[in-house]
């Protein structure tokens, strides 16, 4: 079981990078597949981005278009969302999860642990 949680949101200006943080506690890292989703304001939570454990990547390319970069550092137990350019449309709440299956994810029902996520603000 891992628990997760989130950091490294907040209040940017269009055009802005951020990086964003998930800290995994509890045994077994390295063997999960990991994912960011995002949340806006009333709408359904969205994919962005997984890695799996032989750091597979799979992005929502439609969303991402190049700007954001999932990764992992199993000895630290943390997983990265690197965001650039950021646009007003990127506001959201953004969690990630966890799923012990092997093959990269991208629905969130797959997902067995969830951070409480971190807003990212995009605003002038």
């Known amino acids: 079981q891992l628990q997760l949680a989130e950091s490294g949101g907040g209040l940017v200006q269009p055009g802005d990078s951020l990086r964003l943080s998930c800290a995994a506690s509890?045994?077994?890292?390295?063997?999960?597949?990991m994912g960011w989703f995002r949340q806006a304001p009333g709408k359904e939570r969205e994919f962005v981005a997984a890695?799996?454990?032989?750091?597979?990547?799979?992005y929502n390319v439609d969303l991402v278009k190049g700007r954001f970069t999932i990764s992992r550092d199993d000895a630290k137990n943390t997983l990265y969302l690197q965001l650039h350019s950021l646009k007003p449309e990127d506001t959201a709440v953004y969690y990630c999860a966890a799923t012990t299956t092997a093959a990269v994810q991208t629905t969130s029902a797959a997902y067995d642990y969830w951070g409480q996520g971190t807003q990212v603000t995009v605003s002038s």
């Open positions: 890695i799996n454990w032989i750091s597979r990547i799979t």
């Open positions: 509890g045994r077994g890292f390295a063997v999960y597949t």
